[in-house]
Nanobody, 124 residues
């Protein structure tokens, strides 16, 4: 029931903004995260947000370039990605916990709900 959108082709140094929404329930009291999977690689943690207080976490590789945020009224989580490089090329997935915030927010297994993924390609 999670829908991710906003992917596309962008040149190095460019920006994209991804969106994630849950059409069946609110994100209230849940953790929401973005993961990505590049061709031939394992899915990796990118960023997470605790819906209740907006507390955020980032992978070192994106810290300072990506910003995760939420819009309560729209029940949507965003991932603003700036200064993109070819290394950011991947399918980006949003994920949400069933309830609460998992202290292992970086672990795939912390999330029981996944979106279909949106492709981000960074290339000149």
């Amino acid at each position: 029931q999670l829908q991710a959108s906003g992917g596309g082709l962008v040149q190095p140094g460019g920006s994209l903004k991804l969106s994630c929404t849950d059409s069946r329930r609110t994100f209230t009291n849940r953790g929401v995260a973005w993961f990505r999977q590049a061709p031939g690689k394992e899915r990796e943690f990118v960023s997470a947000i605790r819906w209740g207080d907006g507390n955020t976490r980032y992978a070192d590789s994106v810290k300072g370039r990506f910003t995760i945020s939420r819009d309560r009224a729209k029940n949507t989580v965003y991932l603003q990605m700036n200064r993109l490089t070819p290394a950011d090329t991947a399918v980006y997935y949003c994920a949400a916990t069933n309830s609460g915030w998992n202290v292992q927010y970086y672990d795939l297994n912390a999330y029981g709900n996944w979106g279909q993924g949106t492709l981000v390609t960074v290339s000149s």
